[in-house]
């Protein structure tokens, strides 16, 4: 009897369970139905201005999906677009997947430069779930930050630093578990540039709700990198008045290259790690024996070259940015047309903000006042706490040549967590800063960074890094390398990338040097005087602060015995 009863009441509770709308939920829902039933999160609720739901149909390589567009706001000012694109489930007639034509995965897809993407197509024809949203306004421009009177506008600078992305992620999986009736088996993130600095925002402010991100080329420190940006301008206008001609410049990353290509072993046309190539341009001098055929230089124009190279400085010499290491194409950012942020005047909160006042000495206070003003918002540099305990994989790659991005920031700031994650960081402290060494086996649990030399900005195809990334989260296989294409057509290379501080190291002859294989991992690039070239003034103190060797791994006093710094405070 007692048993009969039993049965009764399970066979209630599981009719209870079967008829009760949270497995209602757990079966497919219509594409059409998304936007318009309340229970699927989207009608009815107070943060979705207007949102809509159809079935696109196949195009060319294109595959059919479900798209949901949404119109999110919390005030009248706050309109972010996100679009989501869904394949098809088994109610609207997907096959071969997980559920329909779905693999089971989601991924965000990042923008570029001061503005989002809404392109899902090409992780949906992946099987993905893609997703993607426009920061909250339309076209590149990041000028709108600064209102008329000087004033910032928060609704905007914060739309695009972070709400934008973060309601997108949100969105994209509350969308899937709608649309198929279970929640996605893993949930990623894919982004270069400002997608790249998207990923580290997400992964800092957003921890538990992505499996794995990749994060290339990022943009974090962006207030401090974007200044520095002109950096090249202001030397430029303070020596010369006028910019130096392209083919000058040109010579004069062929001259660093050709000086410094033999500095790794092999002479490839390629300088494996730039911060190890001293070459002055006054060896491009006209009057020089050393000085080039053609397009050899002035003094001044071989001191603004190296100026350029060595990055932005105060007046006491301090280091405040990194600077476009030799081999690099110095043209995108210092050439007639170059390439631009405004950031200036978000540092002085005033859009008449006009450069060519700047001198060289007074760059520190612009940077300062950028530090002090705007970077607490915008420049992704806290901490991967929770991301780190909730178990997610995140990988970077950064073109060791990127034009428009100095690829030591990020180095800057896998060093910063290598030191925050190192289990003897009790163990390291040393007289003026830590101890003389990092060690990176702690982060790279989680964390890897991959340099490609040669590479520019973006610039390594194939999809290399993002298999290594879902291997390492599906699988626990964590990559200790991954290949990659830099260049296109004849003169593409297949390079072969090193979690950092590895490098690539040549087999030798007669391997290809031009293909992957023939280069394996190994070697350490954290020498001392490297990172002792790269410690910076204090953040918020630029002008005249002290340089700061926390987690760094290196400290004053070694750094000082090497000849590498002036002294631990002014």
Same mark, same amino acid.
């Given at each position: 009897m007692k048993i009969q009863k039993k049965l009764i009441t399970v066979?209630?509770?599981?009719?209870?369970?079967?008829?009760?709308?949270?497995?209602?939920?757990?079966?497919?829902?219509?594409?059409?139905?998304?936007?318009?039933?309340?229970?699927?999160?989207?009608?009815?609720?107070?943060?979705?201005?207007s949102a809509t739901s159809v079935m696109v149909a196949a195009s060319g390589s294109n595959k059919a999906y479900c798209q949901v567009d949404i119109l999110y706001g919390t005030n009248p000012d706050q309109n972010?677009?996100?679009?989501?694109?869904?394949?098809?489930?088994? @109610?609207?007639?997907?096959?071969?997947?997980?559920?329909?034509?779905?693999?089971?995965?989601?991924?965000?897809?990042? %923008?570029?430069?001061?503005?989002?993407? @809404?392109?899902?197509?090409?992780?949906?024809?992946?099987?993905?779930?893609?997703?993607?949203?426009?920061?909250?306004?339309?076209? %590149?421009?990041?000028?709108?930050?600064?209102?008329?009177?000087?004033?910032?506008?928060?609704?905007?600078?914060?739309?695009?630093?972070?709400?934008?992305?973060?309601e997108?992620?949100?969105?994209?999986?509350?969308?899937?578990?709608?649309?198929?009736?279970?929640?996605?088996?893993?949930?990623?993130?894919?982004?270069?540039?400002?997608?790249?600095?998207?990923?580290? @925002?997400l992964a800092q402010e957003l921890g538990k709700e992505l499996d794995g991100i990749l994060a290339n080329a990022p943009a974090i420190?962006?207030?401090?990198?974007?200044?520095?940006?002109?950096?090249?301008?202001?030397?430029?206008?303070?020596?010369? %008045?006028?910019?130096i001609p392209p083919a000058k410049l040109n010579q004069a990353t062929a001259s660093a290259v050709?000086?410094?290509?033999?500095?790794?072993?092999?002479?490839?046309?390629?300088?494996?790690?730039?911060?190890?190539?001293?070459?002055?341009?006054?060896?491009?001098?006209?009057?020089?024996?050393?000085?080039?055929?053609?397009?050899?230089?002035m003094p001044a124009e071989a001191e603004a070259i190296d100026m350029i190279w060595d990055g932005p400085r105060n007046a006491y010499g301090e280091k405040i940015w990194f600077g476009l290491d030799r081999g690099t194409a110095l043209g995108a950012l210092n050439g007639t047309t170059p390439f631009y942020l405004t950031q200036l005047q978000w540092d002085e909160h005033n859009l008449n903000f006009d450069w060519h006042t700047m001198t060289i000495p007074g760059y520190a206070q612009v940077a300062q006042d950028g530090s002090r003003?705007?970077?607490?918002?915008?420049?992704?540099?806290?901490?991967?706490?929770?991301?780190?305990?909730?178990?997610?994989?995140?990988i970077t790659y950064v073109g060791a040549n990127d034009q428009l991005i100095m690829p030591r920031g990020v180095i800057n700031y896998y060093r910063?967590?290598?030191?925050?994650?190192?289990?003897?960081?009790?163990?390291?402290?040393?007289?003026?800063?830590?101890?003389?060494?990092?060690?990176?086996?702690?982060v790279q649990q989680f964390y890897r960074l991959f340099r490609a030399p040669g590479a520019g900005?973006?610039?390594?195809?194939?999809? %290399?890094?993002?298999?290594?990334?879902?291997?390492?989260?599906?699988?626990?296989?964590?990559?200790?390398?991954?290949?990659?294409?830099?260049g296109f057509g004849p003169t593409a290379r297949n390079v072969r990338m090193c979690p950092y501080p590895q490098t690539a190291i040549y087999k030798g002859a007669p391997a290809d040097p031009n293909v992957a294989g023939s280069y394996y991992c190994g070697g350490d690039l954290e020498t001392t005087p490297t990172v002792c070239d790269d410690v910076l003034v204090k953040y918020k103190h630029e002008v005249k602060g002290p340089l700061d060797y926390t987690g760094t791994g290196v400290n004053w006093f070694e750094c000082f015995h090497i000849g590498h710094c002036q002294g631990p405070w002014q």
């Open positions: 066979v209630a509770f599981l009719f209870f369970l079967i008829s009760s709308p949270a497995i209602a939920s757990a079966l497919p829902a219509a594409c059409t139905d998304l936007a318009i039933n309340p229970s699927y999160g989207l009608a009815g609720n107070p943060v979705v201005k972010i677009n996100i679009r989501v694109g869904l394949p098809l489930n088994s @109610l609207d007639g997907g096959t071969g997947g997980v559920q329909g034509a779905w693999n089971g995965r989601t991924q965000g897809i990042g %923008g570029a430069v001061c503005f989002g993407s @809404l392109a899902v197509t090409p992780p949906v024809n992946a099987g993905y779930v893609g997703s993607g949203n426009d920061t909250g306004h339309s076209g %590149g421009d990041c000028t709108p930050g600064v209102n008329a009177d000087g004033t910032y506008n928060y609704q905007f600078i914060n739309d695009f630093i972070r709400n934008g992305i973060k997108q992620v949100l969105f994209m999986k509350s969308v899937a578990k709608s649309y198929y009736g279970m929640k996605p088996l893993y949930n990623y993130w894919n982004g270069c540039s400002t997608g790249g600095r998207q990923g580290y @925002l420190y962006w207030t401090r990198f974007a200044t520095a940006q002109k950096w090249g301008e202001v030397v430029m206008n303070n020596l010369l %008045g006028y910019v050709a000086a410094c290509d033999a500095n790794d072993g092999l002479i490839d046309g390629v300088i494996d790690d730039p911060r190890t190539c001293t070459f002055s341009a006054t060896a491009n001098i006209c009057s020089a024996p050393t000085a080039p055929a053609t397009n050899c230089l003003n705007i970077a607490d918002i915008t420049d992704t540099f806290g901490d991967l706490d929770t991301f780190r305990r909730s178990g997610g994989k995140m910063q967590m290598a030191s925050r994650y190192d289990y003897r960081r009790d163990l390291r402290f040393g007289f003026f800063g830590h101890g003389t060494d990092i060690d990176f086996r702690s900005h973006c610039g390594v195809g194939g999809t %290399g890094p993002f298999d290594a990334l879902i291997d390492w989260v599906e699988n626990g296989h964590a990559p200790d390398k991954i290949d990659g294409t830099v």
